[in-house]
């Protein structure tokens, strides 16, 4: 299996499926990923792998987006809480990546899913919506030509250059913040920014949406687990930093 930076490196959204169910031994990765992540902003955010039928009324509605995916991951949580925004981008994208490391596909759906019909098949908890879900399956070797569209509708061919993210002393940063480049974002937008200071990062988003906040917290999931990955100890925390034009401040990283 492949390890948490080779899955960063070779996620990718998928839309076009077999319509196979993943298997129960998958689930109980995924379910054990979703009960044992902790992500470092508090808040609270809930994950729930369901299962629908392939066809009839029990079919969830994408809009056309996702074709033949059986299984989703659905993501609740307070959209006036940030850290509860953080939180939910930052472990839902962390069951992501282990959903890539099992080799399945998966595909993040914000505005492009009918909310009614994946929330019926859970118990919403109190000052929770659900804001969110994930496709995950198998997904079909040869794209259809539709999937092929909507990736280049939303822009996933198109990163971003590091330096135009990214500003840097030095090189100290440089791998874990292009984990967090890989990252991907609403309309692949790539809302965060960063800026170094020695041995601190800090960290802003462009525009005030909840979606923006929701693919910072995706975005910080990766640049942790690099962190993480090559031995690095550190810190989120909120401090006073310098105001920049046309950003939001969302938090601060120093390494210890």
């Known amino acids: ?5 080779q899955a960063i490196n070779n996620r990718h959204s998928t839309r076009t499926f077999t319509g196979e169910p993943i298997n129960d031994n998958d689930c109980a990765a995924l379910n054990r990923i979703i009960s044992e992540t902790t992500s470092p902003f508090g808040g609270k955010s809930h994950i729930f792998l369901r299962r629908f039928a392939d066809k009839g009324a029990t079919k969830p509605g994408t809009y056309g987006f996702i074709t033949s995916c059986r299984d989703y991951l659905l993501l609740t949580y307070n959209s006036y809480d940030n850290n509860s925004v953080l939180d939910a981008g930052y472990r839902m994208e962390r069951a992501v990546l282990e959903a890539t490391r ?3 596909g998966s595909c993040w759906l914000g505005g492009t899913f009918n909310r009614g019909d994946f929330a019926r098949s859970i ?3 109190d000052k929770e919506q659900l804001h969110a879900v994930v496709a995950i399956g198998h997904g079909r070797e040869k794209r259809r030509l539709l999937d092929r569209l909507s990736g280049v509708i939303a822009g996933s061919n198109n990163r971003k250059a590091f330096d135009s993210l990214f500003i ?3 090189d100290e940063f440089r791998t874990s913040l292009e984990a967090m480049r890989l990252a991907p974002s609403a309309r692949n937008l790539q809302p965060w920014r960063a800026f170094t200071d020695g041995n601190t990062i800090h960290f802003y988003r462009t525009g005030q949406s909840a979606y923006t906040l ?18 690095f100890d550190g810190e989120f925390f909120i401090c ?11 938090i601060s990283y120093r390494r210890k």
């Open 240 to 250: 006073d930093t310098p105001i920049h034009h046309k950003l939001e401040y969302v």
């Open 123 to 125: 118990n919403i908890p």
């Open 168 to 170: 840097t002393e030095g």
């Open 1 to 5: 299996m492949m390890d948490i930076l």
């Open 102 to 104: 099992l080799g399945l």
């Open 214 to 231: 929701l693919d910072s917290g995706i975005g910080l999931c990766h640049f942790h687990i690099a962190e993480r990955f090559h031995g």
